[in-house]
C-alpha cells in the first residue's frame, strides 16, 4: 500500500522529520496537487504503479505555497528519504543548492536541468508529441481555427504552442492558431476558472478544437470546451475519459514512466541528463473507446507516418526553448 499523508503549512516540517524510512523514496508535488488531471497526476500514477509492484512504500507532500520547496526537500533529506523526486521546473533553482548539502542522497528532477552529481535531470521533448495532436486537431476541425491555452507563460509552455502550431500548419498552411496564457505566476496552474473565459472567448473567436497544456487549469478548459459543443486536446496524462466523445486525443507526456524508473532505480542510481522524446516512448498520444470515434483511420495513418519520421530523425520539429523563437506562431 503507498503511504499517503498531505502536509499542510507548519505542519509539514514535523511529519516529515519524523515519519520517513531510511531510503524510502519521496515525491513533492508541484502546486496544483496531485490530483491535477494532469501532470502531478501522471507522477503520482508512477510511484503508484512502483509501490503495487514492490510492495513498498514512498513518502509524498503536496506543496501549498512557493516557501515550501526548499523546506520539503531539506526535510525529506534529512529524515534518510531517497531518491527525493519532484516535479517541475520550479524546483529548479532550490534543488541546484540544496543537493550540494546531501550528497549521499540522490534526487531526481523533472522538466528542469540541474548539474550536479546526485542529480538525475528528466525532460520531454513536448514539441514533439505536440506536433501530433496539432496535426490531429487541424484534420478534426471545421474552422480552420483553433486554439491553445497554456497555464504560465513560460518558455516551456511555449514549446508546446510551437510545436502544436507547426502540426496544424503541417496539414493545413491557411489554419488560424489562436495562443493564450492563463498568467505570469505559479497561480496559472490551477485556475480553472480563467480557463474557462480563455476558452469561451476563442470560441468566440473561431475555434473549434482547443489545446489545453495548463496543468488544473485545462480542467476548466475541457469542461467548457464540452459545454460548448467543441472539440478539446488534453495533456499530460490521457484525459479523453474526462468527457467521451469531446476530448479529441491527449497529449502523453509520460511523467508516470520517468517518476516509475527513478523509484526502481533507488539509491545509487544513475544521475545526469535524460531526454524522453517520440524515439524512447517519452511523449505521444491517446487513444482508447473514448475518442475511438473521433478519430479516423485517414487520422492515425497521417499522425502515424509524421511520429515514425520524428522518431528516425527525418522529421525535425523545432524547439522553441531553443532560441526563444517559433516559425509558425507569434507569442
Known amino acids: 500500500m503507498t503511504l499517503m499523508t498531505k502536509f499542510m503549512g507548519a505542519a509539514a516540517a514535523v511529519a516529515l522529520s519524523a515519519g520517513a524510512a531510511l531510503a524510502e523514496p519521496a515525491l513533492i508535488f508541484d502546486l496544483g496537487g496531485k490530483f491535477d488531471k494532469s501532470f502531478n497526476e501522471a507522477a503520482f500514477g508512477g510511484a503508484q504503479r512502483w509501490a503495487e509492484e514492490t510492495g513498498e512504500t514512498f513518502r ?3 506543496l501549498q505555497s512557493e516557501a515550501q520547496r526548499e523546506q520539503a526537500l531539506r526535510r525529506f533529506a534529512e529524515a534518510g528519504a531517497n531518491p527525493i523526486i519532484m516535479t517541475g521546473f520550479a524546483f529548479g533553482d532550490i534543488l541546484n543548492q540544496v543537493a550540494p548539502d546531501y550528497p549521499e542522497t540522490d534526487f531526481a528532477i523533472i522538466d528542469m536541468v540541474v548539474d550536479q552529481p546526485n542529480v538525475r535531470s528528466v525532460v520531454f521533448n513536448e514539441h514533439e508529441g505536440s506536433y501530433l495532436v496539432g496535426m490531429m486537431a487541424a484534420m478534426a476541425s471545421k474552422s480552420g481555427t483553433v486554439g491553445f491555452i497554456g497555464g504560465m ?5 511555449r514549446k508546446f504552442a510551437c510545436g502544436y502550431a507547426q502540426g496544424v500548419k503541417a496539414v493545413n ?10 498568467g505570469t ?11 474557462s473565459e480563455l476558452t469561451k472567448a476563442q470560441i468566440s473567436q473561431g475555434a473549434d478544437v482547443v489545446y489545453a497544456a495548463a496543468g488544473g487549469t485545462g480542467v476548466g478548459v475541457l469542461q467548457t470546451a464540452a459545454d460548448e459543443g467543441i472539440l478539446s486536446v488534453g495533456v499530460d496524462s490521457n484525459q479523453n475519459h474526462l468527457h ?3 476530448v479529441l486525443t491527449s497529449m502523453l507526456k509520460r511523467v508516470d514512466n ?3 524508473q527513478a523509484m526502481k532505480d533507488g539509491p545509487g542510481m544513475e544521475k545526469g541528463f535524460n531526454v524522453m522524446g517520440i524515439a524512447n516512448g517519452g511523449v505521444g498520444y491517446a487513444m482508447d473507446e473514448n475518442n475511438a470515434e473521433l478519430v479516423s483511420t485517414e487520422m492515425l495513418t497521417t499522425v502515424d507516418a509524421a511520429s515514425a519520421k520524428i522518431a528516425d530523425g527525418s522529421l525535425v520539429v523545432h524547439d522553441y526553448m531553443s532560441d526563444d523563437s517559433c516559425p509558425a506562431l507569434d507569442f
Open 60 to 62: 509524498e507532500i503536496e
Open 153 to 157: 507563460d513560460i518558455p516551456l509552455i
Open 173 to 182: 498552411a491557411d489554419a488560424t492558431v489562436i495562443a493564450n496564457m492563463t
Open 185 to 195: 505566476t505559479p497561480a496559472a496552474w490551477n485556475d480553472p476558472v480563467k480557463g
Open 244 to 246: 467521451p466523445g469531446k
Open 258 to 260: 520517468a517518476v516509475y
